[in-house]
Each structure stands twice: as C-alpha cells, then as structure tokens.
C-alpha cells in the first residue's frame, strides 16, 4: 500500500463500538436491543469480534491510491467509499441489508462467490478472468467457503480472510506459514498434481521452512523485494510465491525463453542485474536466487550432492549465462559454437532452452511421466530431470548421462562425426564423465575467458590434476585444442586434438 492507515474515523468508529470487544452489544442510550447470541460484550474468539488490533483486518480509514493492481470502485457500485473518499467498514457492509451476498450474509453489499467482491477494487489478471483459480472447475468441498462447489466460486476466501487474518499482512488465514496455503490444495486431490509428493523427494526446491520466508520482505525504502539476497549469513529460502504468482498464473504455453503461463505476473531479475517487473523470460524468475545472491552456495549441501570443484567456478548464473561469457548452455542467447553436430532434432545451434529443460521433476511431461512441469522436486540430485552422474570411473550408458542424452544424440556424440571425435575415448575407455571436462552451465568472463573456456570446458579438480602447471584447456580456432593437465595418470601435456 502506498498509504499508512491511522485510527479508525468516520463510520467506521460505529462499527468497532460493538466490533471491538469491549462494549456491550445491543445497549443503547434508548434500551437494548435483543442480539443473536446475547447482549454481553462479543465473546472473544468469535469472528465478530475483531478485537482492538486491526493488522489482521482489511484496512480501513484510509484514501486508496489506484495503481497497477487496483482502483477505485466504479461510480453506483454496491461498494463505495465514504463522503472522503476513505475505505470505511461500510464499503463492504452494509448493516440494513444483511443478504446483500445471498449465500453468505454478513450484511455484504454484494456476492461474494467467484472474488466479485474483492476485484470491484483489486482489480488483477484474476479479475480478468485468467488465472487458472479464476476458471478451475475442480470440486471445491473445504468449510473456508461452504456455498462454493469449484476452486473458481470459492474466489479470494480460501486464501485469504477479511477479518482476523496474519498480522503480517496480506489477510492470510492464521497458522498458515510459507507455502501451507498452497499445499493445502496442492497437495491434496483438488488439484491435478499432488506438488507435497515432489516436495518430498531427495531434492526438492521449496524447503518447507517454517517462518523463514516473507513475499513481503524488503531491503530498502523502495519496496525492492529481498532478492536476491544481500547478505552472505541470510539462510537461503524459497516459497512457491517466489515462481508463482497465484493471482496470474495460468496454463498458457509458451516457447523459450519466454515465460509461460504458470510464471505469469511474477518479477525477475534481468541478464543485465536490474529488476525485471513482470519477468518476461522464465530465467529472469530463475535468477532471483541464482543470480547475484551474496548467501551461494549453500552451507551443508553437499550430503548426498556431490559438488563438483571447478577450475573456473562461479556460482552467479546471470554472469554465466551472459550473451558475453565465455561459454554457455544456450539460455539467455544462442549458444557461440556453430559446430553441434550431435544436436537431435528439433534442436539447432540457433535453438534456446529453457532452465527447466534440465531442473524440473523426474516423472513429469519431459520424461514421458504424468508428474507436474517445473523444478518442484526430483529424485535426482540438483533437481534434475534426469541422470547425470559425476563422479569418476562412471560406466558409460544410456541412463548414465540420460540428461544429457535428451538434446545430445548419443550414438554421434560418442562416433568420429562428433565435434571431438575423440569422446568415446575418454567417456568410454577411460570412464571418465561428461562432468569431469565440462561445466553445464557455463563459464563466466569472471571466472575464464573464451580461449580457455570455450565449449562450456572448466575441469572437475578432483578428477583432472595439475601437469606442473594448473590444468588448462586451450582452443586453437575452429575444430581444434589442446590441453595441459593429468587425468587418471597420464600427463597431457600440449596434447592436441580435433576439436
């Protein structure tokens, strides 16, 4: 909000004479007056009862300022502000008229089923009519809105409360921390795909945190959120808010790099560091964290996920994926070496990718599997799609370079048409892994330099050792390198290849 509600004025006064608790219902200077559930001060714990803290209600008292995602309500509406043009408790309610919301009461000025009520103001891609909780027809059976039989008529009610909802703001349901409200649908049978099982799996995205996360964190005056993260000791969190924004998203397509419908209406960061609002490309939603953050890479990560020490490492992937680093995989622009002949159809050397072609779940839409898109969860390390081992002495095969596999046509990557003819060798005589010579992202100008670092080459320095000088790769123009290192023994010293 761009104002500061103060005390409660006007109308809104007479109101909490009762709402608040403290005086005795129906007393009037003229007698009393004969109430439902009795004349004594409202019993606190009842939802009549807002009590004498407001954070957990709409606000009210104040002079809206309409903006992007809201506006003033429309001349005659049922709803309206007071002679000052404040937001009163009397927008919304109307004390003559009790069943002005036939189903629900409460002296609503008008129905509130499929968030009728609440877009008269907060108007949003769901008060378009395009998100996907705007048009779900999926049964809806919860007590939060008892008259609803779809996701689309419970409207705003099933996340959000007007009265005595989280102090913290946003009017969500009390008890519900992080990504609770979410997984109460999600991870149950209303929803297409039970997103708690993906939780559950050995890597996971969304860490279930309790009371770590906030949508509404800041770092400064501006209202910039909190990510990427400044600070180097702040634990590293994330919520399905971060990715989603629930008022938006949809299930448009889309082709990458651009983001599809279930990113809609969320904010990135761009390839160039600035905030993006609302992101255009899914990896713009991607960089929030994994872009500029100061807490990378995670402390105590590596049970169970083995982290590959390179000899030029960068853990900033919006450095790595700059159309001027010095190799990459092609996600913010098409990839530099014109030479891929392993590439399968329909992918070409001018094709992009999107983040989730590799990080998204193992029995999804990409493997064939009836799993949901996206990185929820995995069983694969770094929540990949598929296999990707690393470590040395791997048995080359289908399944253990599956991911990638995916892009790469197996039998000409490992033949003599492959750009380096000479992987078979390597992968499969020696057992050496595709991870040991290359990075899957990228290398930064920060970290190498395109002479050096050509063909997304960084070494794994557990497998690949100095020769007396630091392990190096250099490409000496189209189709040709060479490299100094010593890899399982043998010394490779100026050791020229095709490349």
Not at 23 to 38: F, L, S, Y
Not at 194 to 203: H, T
Not at 246 to 251: C, W
Request: neutral net charge; hydrophobic residues 30%.
């Amino acid at each position: 909000m761009s104002t500061r509600p103060g005390a409660p004025t006007g109308a809104s006064r007479l109101c909490l004479s009762c709402h608040d608790g403290t005086i005795a219902v129906g007393r009037t200077r003229n007698g009393e007056i004969a109430m439902m559930g009795g004349s004594s001060p409202i019993a606190v714990g009842r939802k009549s009862n807002l009590g004498t803290d407001l954070r957990g209600s709409h606000p009210i008292s104040f002079r809206p300022a309409p903006g992007r995602r809201s506006a003033l309500p429309p001349s005659g509406d049922a709803v309206k502000l007071d002679r000052s043009g404040e937001v009163q408790c009397t927008s919304c309610h109307d004390p003559h008229a009790e069943w002005g919301d036939p189903q629900v009461g409460k002296f609503l000025v008008k129905p509130s089923a499929g968030a009728a009520l609440c877009t008269t103001c907060h108007t949003s891609v769901w008060g378009q009519g395009l998100s996907s909780h705007a048009t779900s027809s999926s049964a809806w059976t919860s007590p939060d809105a008892p008259s609803a039989t779809t996701v689309a008529q419970a409207g705003c009610t099933p996340c959000h409360t007007s009265h005595g909802g989280d102090v913290r703001g946003r009017l969500l349901r009390q008890g519900t921390t992080d990504d609770d409200l979410c997984l109460a649908c999600h991870a149950a049978t209303t929803t297409r795909h039970d997103i708690g099982r993906e939780l559950g799996k050995a890597s996971a995205h969304v860490s279930r945190s309790r009371g770590i996360h906030d949508p509404a964190e800041k770092t400064d005056g501006a209202g910039r959120g909190r990510l990427p993260e400044v600070s180097a000791g702040a634990p590293r969190h994330v919520a399905c808010v971060d990715c989603h924004n629930p008022h938006a998203s949809n299930p448009a397509p889309a082709i990458a790099p651009a983001t599809g419908g279930a990113l809609a209406g969320v904010w990135g960061v761009g390839i160039d560091g600035q905030r993006v609002d609302p992101a255009r490309f899914e990896y713009e939603v991607c960089l929030k964290c994994h872009g500029d953050s100061a807490n990378k890479p995670q402390t105590g990560a590596t049970t169970g996920f083995d982290r590959v020490q390179r000899a030029a490492q960068d853990f900033n992937l919006r450095r790595v994926f700059e159309p001027s680093a010095a190799s990459y995989h092609p996600v913010a622009a098409p990839g530099k070496n014109p030479l891929v002949p392993s590439l399968k159809a329909p992918y070409s050397t001018a094709s992009m990718i999107y983040c989730t072609d590799c990080h998204a779940s193992d029995d999804g839409a990409g493997v064939g599997g009836a799993g949901p898109r996206g990185p929820h969860g995995s069983s694969y390390a770094h929540l990949l799609e598929r296999q990707y081992l690393t470590s040395d002495r791997t048995i080359e095969g289908p399944s253990s370079y599956a991911l990638c596999y995916k892009c790469h046509e197996r039998t000409v990557l490992l033949s003599n048409a492959s750009g380096f003819p000479s992987h078979a060798k390597h992968v499969i005589g020696s057992a050496t892994p595709c991870s040991a010579c290359h990075d899957a992202h990228g290398v930064s100008n920060v970290a190498g330099n395109d002479r050096e670092n050509a063909h997304l080459v960084s070494f794994d320095l557990s497998i690949v050792k100095s020769s007396g000088v630091p392990p190096s790769y250099s490409s000496d123009g189209p189709g040709h390198g060479s490299c100094n290192l010593t890899c399982h023994g043998r010394v490779h010293d100026g050791v020229s290849d095709r490349y």
